[in-house]
T-cell receptor, first 115, second 114 residues
Framework: SAVISQKPSRDICQRGTSLTIQCQVD?????MFWYRQQPGQSLTLIAT?????????ESGFVIDKFPISRPNLTFSTLTVSNMSPEDSSIYLC????????????FGPGTRLTVL | AQSVTQLDSHVSVSEGTPVLLRCNYS??????LFWYVQHPNKGLQLLLK??????LVKGINGFEAEFKKSETSFHLTKPSAHMSDAAEYFC????????????FGAGTRLFVKA
């Protein structure tokens, strides 16, 4: 199984600013994803982070708002840009293990509050 | 197309009584099905998974689920609830639709009364 760490674990930010969240995995993985979990809601996929190319975004999410980097097979960042209170959520990094029936592993999440 | 429906937004049981959390899925492909648990302010933890092997799947902490293709269901059960089981539970379906797609259910909040 993969062990995933995220930084920061939580943050409180002012509207109009940006926050970059880091995701580090303890092994090389093919698939990395970023999810959002709004208060009291389920998880929604933001994008698939592709190594060496642009991320693949789901409907309703755009690169200008959520730029993603993935410089190698163990690391990715998600930036939440020009934040508003509606961006207050938990952001989770996830990886898929293709050797284990496509089980997904999740990081502990980053709890973001925008004032 | 794939979808997953958790039939109850919340379930309340007494400690020591059985737990049943219901999940129905829809998939045009052979799916893999998972149950995850999320305790308050904690990350997601895999409880169990079905991957086309045995239809009755045993997981951690005494949980199990049965894959019933005829009913397109994957309900989660536990014979005897413990206070520590109080959490949010997510049913998840994944299938290779020309690229793996993972769909999360809306979640079921389990309350356990003393």
């Amino acid at each position: 199984s993969a062990v995933i760490s995220q930084k920061p674990s939580r943050d409180i930010c002012q509207r109009g600013t940006s926050l970059t969240i880091q995701c580090q995995v303890d092994s090389q993985v093919t698939m990395m994803f970023w999810y959002r979990q709004q208060p009291g809601q389920s998880l929604t996929l933001i994008a698939t982070a592709n190594q060496g190319s642009e991320a693949t975004y789901e409907s309703g999410f755009v690169i200008d708002k959520f730029p993603i980097s993935r410089p190698n097979l163990t690391f990715s960042t998600l930036t939440v840009s020009n934040m508003s209170p509606e961006d207050s959520s938990i952001y989770l990094c996830s990886v898929r293990d293709s050797l284990s029936y496509n089980e997904q592993f999740f990081g502990p999440g980053t709890r973001l509050t925008v004032l | 197309a794939q979808s997953v429906t958790q039939l109850d937004s919340h379930v309340s049981v007494s400690e020591g009584t059985p737990v049943l959390l219901r999940c129905n899925y829809s998939s045009s492909y052979s799916p893999s099905l998972f149950w995850y648990v999320q305790h308050p302010n904690k990350g997601l933890q895999l409880l169990l998974k079905y991957t086309s092997a045995a239809t009755l799947v045993k997981g951690i902490n005494g949980f199990e689920a049965e894959f019933k293709k005829s009913e397109t269901s994957f309900h989660l059960t536990k014979p005897s609830a413990h206070m520590s089981d109080a959490a949010e539970y997510f049913c998840v379906v994944t299938a290779n639709t020309g690229g793996f797609k993972t769909i999360f259910g809306a979640g079921t909040r389990l309350f356990v009364k003393a």
